[in-house]
Every structure is written in C-alpha cells, then in structure tokens.
C-alpha cells in the first residue's frame, strides 16, 4: 500500500508530501503518524505541504485534525511551504486553517518547533522552583 | 480529473491562482459525485465569447439529488461526515455557478471560470 514517509529526527517527526494527496493516502498518514507520535513520544512534527499544489477541504481538514491530535498526543505541529496561491484559493474555500501553526519553509519551521521546546522546558523549570 | 482540469486551464493561459481555484473546485465537486451522487462524469469545455476566454465544468451524476439545495450550499451543512464546505466552497472558487437536483434522478453542478 501507498504510503507517506516520516521521518525521525529528535525530538521531531518530519513529514513531507511529496505525492498527489488522494483521500485514502489521507486517512492512511493520520493514522500512521498519530501511531508514530505515539511510539516515539515525539514533541513536534514539520509538515512539510510544498509539494501540494491543490489542497481542497478534504486535505485541508487532515491537515487541521493531524494538528488538532497531535496536540492531544502532547505534540506541537507546524505545516510549512504552502503555495501562495494554495493559501489564497484555502481562505477562499472557506478554510482558513485557524488553530493550525504555519511557517514559510521548513527552516523557519524547525526554528519555531525548537523555540516550543525551549520555552515548555523553561516553563517546568520555573514550576519545580 | 485534476490533472486533466489542470491542463486545460494551461492550455487557456490561465493564472496559477486561477488554475488553483478551478482545480480545486473540481476536486471538490468530483468528490460531492464519487461520495453522494454514487459516481458520474465530468465534461469540460472550452468557452470563448467575444474577446472572454474561460472554462467550464459540467458535473453530472445520477444519485439521489439534493433535496434542499439552499441548505446543501450553506457552510457546515453536511449528510457525509465532512466539511460541509464542498457546494459553497466550490461557488465561492468559480465566475459562475449553477446547479439542478431532482431527488432520485440526480444532480448536476455547472461552474464556469473566466480568465
């Protein structure tokens, strides 16, 4: 069966859709990445959409409920890379992803996942005291 | 479906954020025919009318048709488990739209993008 990599680095899950998104290959990446969220205690995840160069409401809600449960996994996402005209033809759909973490590129990604790690660790820090 | 959508816009010189719009509008009314209409077809045509160029999309299938098709095109409405954005999103992305339902004969959703 078709299947989307991730990739492990760290603390982090690295997800890159480099293929034409159909709806089964949806359903089968949350699925697979909740479970490896899971298995790995992972504290973040890069989704990485620069590839997509269509994200209807099908994709655009996995995008939103792969955020949405990985913060119930205890885990900060961030969806990097989307197209401009992607991100004008989302808002228009009526989607304008509110709740999900974005970043122009995968480096300015990773800089805020690393700086959410920081300031959680810092935060428990201040509470032992 | 999508790619063939794509080409076509292409070919017209659409701009990419035309093509984004058109394509997904396209993947949104192709999946409204395979998950409730039971599967159909798509036709695509070419318009030109004087000095206008654009596409148009004609979705057809023979499902169950909407019955309420005010309340089919509101934001959050839904009969399937998704977004309920499909019908209103779809007309939110096209120059123009139109759709016919009768119940138990199916539906047809026509949209037309000018360049």
């Known amino acids: 069966m078709e299947r989307i990599p991730i990739l492990k680095m760290g603390q982090f899950l690295l997800v890159t859709i480099q293929v034409d998104m159909h709806d089964k290959l949806a359903m089968t990446l949350q ?3 909740t479970n490896r969220i899971s298995a790995t205690r992972a504290k973040g995840v890069l989704l990485d959409i620069s590839a997509l160069d269509v994200v209807d409401s099908f994709i655009g809600r996995m995008i939103a409920n792969i955020s949405s449960m990985a913060r119930v996994l205890d885990a900060q996402t961030v969806v990097v890379g989307m197209q401009p005209a992607v991100a004008i033809t989302l808002v228009e759909l009526g989607l304008p992803l509110e709740g999900v973490h974005t970043a122009l590129n995968v480096e300015k990604g990773m800089d805020w996942l690393r700086r959410r790690m920081d300031d959680d660790t810092g935060d428990f820090r201040g509470a032992s005291l | 479906m999508r790619q063939m959508v794509r080409e ?24 409204n025919i395979l998950n409730y209409g039971g599967g159909g077809e798509v036709q695509v045509a070419r318009l030109a009318e004087g000095s206008r160029i654009g596409l148009k999309l004609v979705f ?12 089919a095109l509101k934001d959050g409405y839904t009969t399937g488990g998704g977004m309920g954005l499909g019908l209103g999103g779809a007309k939110r992305l096209s120059s123009e739209f139109h759709i016919e339902s009768k119940v138990g004969a199916g539906t047809r959703v026509t949209i037309t993008r000018w360049k």
Do not use: M, N
Not at chain 2, 8 to 31: C, H, N, P, W, Y
Not at chain 2, 60 to 71: A, C, M, N, S
């Open chain 2, 60 to 71: 057809v299938d023979q499902g169950p048709g909407i019955p309420d098709i005010e309340l």
């Open chain 1, 31 to 33: 699925e697979d990445l």
């Open chain 2, 8 to 31: 076509q816009a292409i070919a017209l010189g659409f701009s990419l954020v035309d093509q984004t719009k058109l394509v997904t509008a396209a993947s949104e009314l192709g999946r």
